[in-house]
C-alpha cells in the first residue's frame, strides 16, 4: 500500500506551480518598490511643447581662444503672429545621447526644465523649471512675431552647457560619440510678475559633438 500517490511532474505543471510561488512575492516587490518610488520621486510641473510655429535650433561652434571653451549658436524662430518672451538663460538644459551601434541613447541631463515626462513620447509634455521664488535681477529674450532671434553662449555663460556627456555609472565602456539635446521650459514663481512668458517648452534638434575619449 502506497501511502503517498505518485504524481508526475511534465513542463507545464512545473511552470505552473513555479508561478503560483513566484508570482505573490513578484507582485509584492512590485508593489514595495512603487511605494518606495511614490515616497521619493516629486516631479515638477509640466508644459506640452510648443506648436511647430516655434522652431529652436543649435549648431556646434569650437573653441577659438584658449580657455574660451566650446560654445554653440542659438536661433530661435518664431512663426506666430505675437511676439514670445522667454526668461533667461536659454535654454535652460541640455540632454546628452551616446551612439551604440545605430542608435543614439539618452545618458545624462543637465540643467533644469525641458526633460520629457515620457521618454518614448517625443512630442509630449515636459517637466518645467519653476524657481521658488523670484530672481533678484531677471533677464529675457524676446523673439517678435514672424521674426528670429540668434545669440552665441559659451559653457562659461551658461553651466548646463558644459561637455559632460555622461556620468561613471551611465556610460558603456568605450563610448566616445555624442549627440546633444538642449531645452526650454520655465514657469515662474508664485511671486514673479513677468508677463507673457512662453507657457510651452523648446527642444532643440540633435546636435552632432565632437568624439571625446574617456579622460586618463
Not at 132 to 157: C, L, M, Q, R
Request: charged residues 20%; proline residues 9%; aromatic residues 12%.
Amino acid at each position: 500500500m502506497h501511502l503517498f500517490k505518485s504524481r508526475t511532474f511534465t513542463p507545464r505543471t512545473f511552470v505552473h506551480c513555479a508561478l503560483r510561488i513566484v508570482s505573490p512575492l513578484f507582485i509584492f516587490g512590485i508593489s514595495a518598490a512603487s511605494t518606495v518610488s511614490a515616497a521619493v520621486h516629486t516631479p515638477g510641473p509640466t508644459v506640452p511643447l510648443c506648436s511647430k510655429q516655434i522652431v529652436f535650433t543649435a549648431s556646434y561652434l569650437a573653441e577659438t581662444k584658449p580657455g574660451e571653451g566650446i560654445g554653440f549658436l542659438f536661433r530661435i524662430e518664431n512663426n506666430a503672429a505675437k511676439p514670445i518672451k522667454l526668461a533667461e538663460p536659454v535654454p535652460s538644459s541640455a540632454h546628452w545621447y551616446a551612439r551604440v551601434g545605430n542608435r543614439w541613447l539618452w545618458r545624462a541631463s543637465s540643467g533644469q526644465g525641458g526633460s520629457y515626462v515620457d521618454a518614448v513620447n517625443e512630442r509630449g509634455p515636459v517637466f518645467a523649471y519653476q524657481p521658488k521664488s523670484a530672481a533678484a535681477d531677471p533677464h529675457f529674450i524676446t523673439v517678435p512675431a514672424k521674426g528670429n532671434y540668434e545669440w552665441v553662449a559659451h559653457e562659461h555663460d551658461n553651466a548646463a552647457l558644459a561637455y559632460r556627456p555622461g556620468c561613471a555609472i551611465c556610460n558603456y565602456p568605450g563610448e566616445h560619440e555624442y549627440k546633444a539635446v538642449f531645452a526650454y521650459a520655465y514657469l515662474p514663481s508664485a511671486d514673479e510678475h513677468a508677463k507673457d512668458l512662453l507657457p510651452c517648452g523648446l527642444r532643440s534638434n540633435l546636435v552632432i559633438m565632437p568624439p571625446k575619449r574617456e579622460s586618463k
